[in-house]
């Protein structure tokens, strides 16, 4: 808890994208152990902001849902909030780096040279794959969000940005922002309310009903996307990122790493890479 509170006192004076403040001067199991419990507090961040919405909207994570159209059979889906205006359908992206994309193109840019799926195109095969359990009166109501780290710096089309669009990418600590923007830009647009609290809870329901929680099936799911077999969530354009900082690395590095027993089967960019070598020697 005294971590988060740091961070959060931390985040207030970054307004500007950072890379991970990761100290040089300790060792690396320590360094790792940071890192995780960093993308652990970026999650907690964002279900603390979504804790934090109005009481007429409701919300879902971690949701995983039979989907024939994905090669694992299944699709992941971070968060869904349900509110009277809309049906956001949340994908959260890790990365660090400078994000390159636009409407028009299937693949994204890390760096400049990791190829990503475009994560809105992955983001509407879970809306696909969410629209199936629920009735089709509901189905023009998504608004597709996808959320970065600050981490990265966005060189996207500026439309993502505007809250007029039905597909906005956002900072992970503007999540919460952007959706109530958004529902009252639809407030204004709509008199009525598109979704009463009876069909907020219908939708919930089958959103619940339909969300696997066997920890096998959840555990081979995993698998298939460390292996490549799905074309879901983290391996979409088949990005490698190192274990402690989330920089992507090539399908060289990536190689070197999982062939040398002393990584432990662990992926770690090239400055990573010397703090593990180091460490051991
Ligand atoms: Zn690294």
């Known amino acids: 808890m005294l971590l988060f509170l740091n961070f959060l006192k931390k ?16 060792p690396r199991k320590e360094n790792e152990q940071v ?15 979504l804790d934090q919405l109005p009481k007429d909207c409701r919300y879902l994570s971690d949701l995983l849902v039979k989907n024939p159209k994905s090669k694992s059979g299944y699709s992941q889906i971070d968060h869904v909030v349900l509110t009277p205006y809309g049906i956001f359908a949340i994908e959260t992206k890790n990365y660090q780096g400078t994000i390159y994309g636009g409407k028009d193109r299937k693949t994204w840019l890390v760096n400049g040279k990791f190829k990503m799926m475009n994560p809105f195109v992955q983001n509407y095969g879970h809306i696909k794959a969410l629209t199936s359990f629920i009735d089709k ?3 023009d109501l998504f608004i597709s969000m996808v959320s970065f780290t600050e981490r990265c710096t966005f060189k996207v089309d500026l439309d993502y940005r505007k809250i007029a669009s039905d597909e ?41 009903n339909a969300n696997i929680t066997d920890p096998k099936v959840r555990e081979e799911h995993k698998h298939a996307l460390k292996t490549n077999i799905s074309d879901d969530k983290t391996n979409s354009g088949s990005i490698s990122t190192c274990t402690v900082c989330n920089k992507p ?9 999982l062939a040398n027993k002393k990584f432990n089967g662990k992926i770690y960019c090239y400055e990573h890479q010397k703090k593990a070598h180091k460490k051991i020697h």
């Open 11 to 26: 985040k207030k004076n970054e307004d500007k994208p950072k890379q991970a403040n990761v100290t040089t001067s300790k």
């Open 35 to 49: 890192a995780i419990r960093k993308g652990e507090i970026g999650e907690f961040k964002i279900d603390i902001q």
């Open 137 to 139: 009166k509901y189905q």
């Open 168 to 208: 906005i990418i956002v900072y992970d600590v503007e999540l919460s922002e952007f959706i109530h923007r958004k529902v009252l830009v639809l407030k204004i647009q709509h008199k009525e309310p598109l979704l009463n609290e009876s069909d907020i809870k219908t939708i919930f329901n089958a959103f619940s």
């Open 249 to 257: 690395v090539s399908d060289k590095v990536k190689s070197y790493c």
